[in-house]
């Protein structure tokens, strides 16, 4: 059984009183709670207002809540970021901004200040210690090592409303166990309440805990603060508490499972909320991260607010609960790195409310966008423009789990604070939802823009939950023991289990474990062929540098192929063959609509939309003919990225060419998302059936047929619904794009297509210096005629290509591409990748 804390730090009464009487701390008095099955427990006042040397004319203490209706009561909470005013950060800032910070430290709060008012408890993540120019015991270990001037940022904290904070993070341990404790004594001493830190284990795991009372209701709130259990934070860092010694509370997935799991068994009807400190920086969520939250959601969790993203992330609600995967920063003063890591600049504020009727506990989640690329903004985080929240909901949208139903759980509103998200399901099962969403914002949820969310990589980059690194050469071992099994980036009949097995095959050494690649953990494969250390992780092969530092086999020409237009010149200028096309700034939808109009009859086939840097086929828009298709793919491909890449239609297939060193080492086509009729089952029943086919194949199990909005919507564009029954022998198409990640068939075309295409594809590739492995997408109008101007062109390199298709085809001859990549390396010199 849990023991509920009975520290006068974790607790606190809030009694919400009915309209017209005030909301407020209630004088200094203290009263005993017992709970049912646990010790009675000491509540008491949030402590006394501060003192210090800022200004400002506005009271600390929050104005009471806003009330809705005569008989409506509700008991706010607010969640932010992470939080920094970051001294250490100010000081490389402008001269204007380091005066700022001295002589007017809330400006860097005053136009997101509205949103956290009228609140009965704001928490935030304070990602700092409270400690002028300490030392620090990893100087030279940790690139950013932040601290903020004690007296002012407490101060700033008490006067926006800050009632308490996580101290579960990275960075609240760069100075050592000593500064830690410090700032939590500071931060408790004006009031201001701290979790997820503490001196041993017991005391870090403890969670904040509030008892609320509406009316004739009343329950407990917990609250539990983690950081990412990560290899890096426990061994080498040494961040986590020890049985006597302070230090943070780590978010071991079953531990932390368990402890959430006897909250609930103890604590039936208590609101339990999960606040971690996880995901890589700038990053979206980790398949990891989608599978540890629902796990968390299972034991018991209501609701999981993340943050250490720096950046807002996606958003799920299941019937176990509901998850905002990160809320990024609040106000956090570093320059931050939103542009060179191609991020969205926005973050989020969430106000849970809740309330009670007819006996029946209710909630409302609203989460407003706020821009917090201080580049942008010149350090004043700011809520968004109409524009921007548009933007942030439809790239949430493409980001979610089901985008077909994002607009049947969140819809876009806008109040008095401004745009936000209104979740309008239940935050979980044991609640009501007292969301009221507007028909306006209904309906802008049904014309979501959205594509499916894929599986993303980087499974396990976010915490060590798999256990230690295991070494050894077998490749079951690498791939079911060390990495999720249902994982198409590690499991069964994935890149990483091919290579492995063809690394057993020629007698190369290898271990399967984590490696740190450009500052992120990563399940990988390590092995040394002649001298060359290699990693290989999610279908991308690195090689260690003489410094120490790792890049890709393909160095600088991976550049190039990233951005599919500087592609496209750079092979147009060598004479081959490459579809017209230009790029447009997703503001720029008149120029893109000009374009359109005057190459409409140019372009016979029609034109392709697509963002200028994507990957796996997403947002790829096809065969559009109108300006009213063509303004529609730009408006989704604007919604989700700055560039839109617009180019003329080729007739044809699209075909995979793997190039391995000078050569085309096996093809393979992709046979869009489909199914054939029988005459007698609809498209909806072959679906199912199909997908039962599917799961018996080892790469195509990972992506099942679906019908979402894109297939309804591909499916009525031929005259058809899922209820159709086509006829015996009638293929149907749900799609138009040919990628595996997409639910199409990978057929093996080694053998059919033109040998002139391997050469065209060989020379072409070849032309790009450092090019040494990579996936080469060619539209081939006929594969059996030889390659011409005019009946192909190359759309895109892939540098990461995957080969569990050429291994496991849906039809055709299997090849063993994994074998020819390590054939292929074992030729290779240290000089031969500029070592």
Known sequence: MIVIPTTLQFLNEIVIHEIGLPNTHFGHSSDTLRTENGPSIRTTDWGTEPTGALSRQQPAAAEPPTRHGPHMKQFTVVFTGDTSLGDWYVQRAEPDIQRRLREQPLSFFDEVEPLVTDKDLFITNFESVLADNPTSPLQGQKNYLGWDSPERSVDALKRIGVDA????????????????????AKLTDVGIHTFGAGKGTSKAAEPLVRRIRIGDHEKNLYVLGALKNSAVMREQYRFFATETEWGLHPLATRAVAHQIAELRADDPDALIILYPHWGQNYQWASDLMWRTSERFRKAGADLIIGHGAHMLQELNVSQHGSTVF?????????????????????????????????GRWQ??????????????????????????????????????AEPSAFGRSYSLEKDGRGWHILQTRPISARYDSAARPSRRGQWRGKRLLATPRDHYPDAGADQATQGDAATGTSASTAASAQFPPGSERYGPGSTHECLAKALAARGVPYSAGKATIRDRSRPALRFTINDIPYVSSAAIIYHARDDGSTRTVNHRAARVAKRKDLLAHILDARSFAVPRGSTFGSARKRDALLYFDALSTTFRHGFCVKPVDGSLGRDVHTGITTRAAFEHAFDAVAAAHDEVLVQEELPGEVYRFLYVGGHVAAIRTGLPMNVRGDGERTIAQLVADKNNTRRENPIHQYYPLEIGRPQREELDRQGRTPESIPAAGETVYLAQTSNLHRGADMVDRTDDVHPSYKDEVARAVSSIPGMHICGADVIIQDHHAPAEPGNHGIIELNTGPGVGGHHYPWSGQPRDAAGDIVDYLLTLKPADLGR
Do not use: C, K, Q, W
């Not at 106000?331 to 007819?358: D, E």
């Not at 407003?368 to 690329?373: L, R, W």
């Not at 350090?379 to 949430?396: G, I, M």
């Open 363 to 400: 909630a409302a989640l609203r989460l407003y966008p706020i821009v917090t690329d201080n580049v942008d903004t010149t350090y004043r985080s700011r809520p968004v423009t109409r524009d921007e929240a548009h933007a942030v909901f439809h790239t949430l949208a493409a980001r979610s």
């Open 165 to 184: 904070v996580s101290l579960a993070n990275n960075h609240t341990m760069d100075f050592g166990r000593e500064i830690l404790a410090d700032t939590a």
């Open 326 to 358: 990160s809320l990024g920063n609040f106000v956090f003063n570093s320059r931050g790195r939103y542009t060179s890591l191609n991020a969205p600049p926005y973050s989020l504020v969430s106000r849970l409310s809740l309330g009670v009727s007819a």
